[in-house]
């Protein structure tokens, strides 16, 4: 089995920072791209960033510029910087992983449990 594990939530005033990590284990030939997805109340999940393997990353709009997106391959770990944190950004925030836990085997995704992270005005 595969596990996603997040850590790093939290409230934080408007214009803070904070940083959550992810981190990957169990039985895991390769991971491809691992990135965040964020859901708020009455609110689809949406894509907030994500990291391939070699590196290339993908934001959504609305955090460009504030949010860093990085990874350490080795550790098996996703890591999200955020930076000037507004009440928008509220949300609940999920880590993903593309795995292929064997070389024979397709890539599937799993899903961390959520860390919340509330920002007040």
């Known amino acids: 089995q595969v596990q996603l594990v997040e850590s790093g939530g939290g409230l934080m005033q408007a214009g803070g920072s904070l940083r959550l990590s992810c981190a990957a284990s169990?039985?895991?030939?390769?991971?491809?791209?691992m990135g965040w997805y964020r859901q708020a109340p009455g609110n689809q999940r949406e894509l907030v960033a994500a990291?391939?393997?070699?590196?290339?990353?993908n934001y959504a709009d609305s955090v460009k510029g504030r949010f860093t997106i990085s990874r350490d391959n080795a550790a098996k770990m996703v890591y999200l910087q955020m930076n000037s944190l507004q009440p928008e950004d509220t949300a609940v925030y999920y880590c993903?992983?593309?795995?292929?836990?064997?070389?024979?085997?397709?890539?599937?995704?799993?899903w961390g449990q959520g860390t919340q992270v509330t920002v007040s005005s």
């Open positions: 990291i391939t393997s070699g590196g290339s990353t």
């Open positions: 993903y992983a593309e795995v292929r836990v064997r070389s024979y085997l397709n890539l599937r995704d799993y």
């Open positions: 169990g039985s895991i030939f390769s991971i491809n791209t």
